[in-house]
């Protein structure tokens, strides 16, 4: 799996986007980028994946840089219930590896 | 929507005891994941299983075994508990054969606590 960088922790606005950023330098051709959140004791849940291209769904947009050694996954109007830890996780095949993730604390 | 069950929701066990977790995949999901996440930690990917037979391996303790069943269900078996077995465990199902095994459901977890 290629090691990926991300903050520590981040503060967003409720109603404003929250762009959490991601460094995966190492990534390989075939390894894709997945975006997971892991809200307090829950299962982790799913939010985004992509490989070269740009991705949008309903929960959130994933920009990955040309040189795919970076991403940022985009919530575009934040909620309290969006309080929880993003993975970025950079891997071929799905047997994720989570850690550490950015804790994303969005305020009133 | 029908989701992930886990049972028990919640265990305790003395040291050297043993245990077993059960995980009722989302119906027609063909692939099944452990994962433990201790105190203060990430998930940590254990094993897991596609169409009842092993696919991969993680940092599972040779304490520690698992299958999947013909009803696609899947049990851990924990033996010689120890403190540190205290965790979290997560069960994951996904439809590989739809092309789909990126988007993992999570159930809400088994709480093990070893005292």
């Known amino acids: 799996d290629a090691k990926t960088t991300q903050p520590p922790s981040m503060d967003c606005a409720e109603g404003r986007a929250a762009n959490l950023p991601c460094n995966h330098s190492?990534?390989?051709?075939?390894?894709?980028v997945y975006w997971y959140r892991q809200i307090h004791s829950q299962g982790p849940q799913y939010i985004i994946h992509?490989?070269?291209n740009n991705e949008t769904n309903e929960m959130a947009s994933l920009i990955i840089t040309e040189d795919r050694k970076s991403s940022t996954l985009i919530l575009p109007h934040a909620t309290l219930r969006d309080t929880a830890v993003y993975y970025c996780i950079a891997r071929y095949g799905q047997n994720f590896v989570f850690g550490p993730g950015t804790r994303l604390s969005v305020l009133p | 929507a029908a989701g992930v069950i886990q049972s028990p929701r919640h265990l305790i066990k003395e040291k050297r005891e043993t245990a077993t977790l059960k995980c009722y995949p989302i119906p027609r999901h063909d692939t099944v994941y452990w994962y433990q996440q201790g105190p203060g930690q990430d998930p940590q990917f254990l094993i897991s299983?596609?169409?009842?037979?092993?696919?991969d391996k993680g940092s599972i303790p040779d304490r520690f075994s698992a299958q999947q069943f013909s009803d696609y269900h899947s049990e851990l078996n924990m033996s010689s508990l120890e403190l540190g077995d205290s965790a979290l465990y997560f069960c994951a199902s996904s439809l590989e054969s739809s092309g789909r095994a990126f988007e993992q459901f999570f159930g809400p977890g088994t709480r093990l606590t070893v005292l």
């Open positions: 190492t990534i390989s051709g075939n390894e894709y």
């Open positions: 299983f596609y169409e009842k037979m092993q696919s």
């Open positions: 992509g490989l070269k």
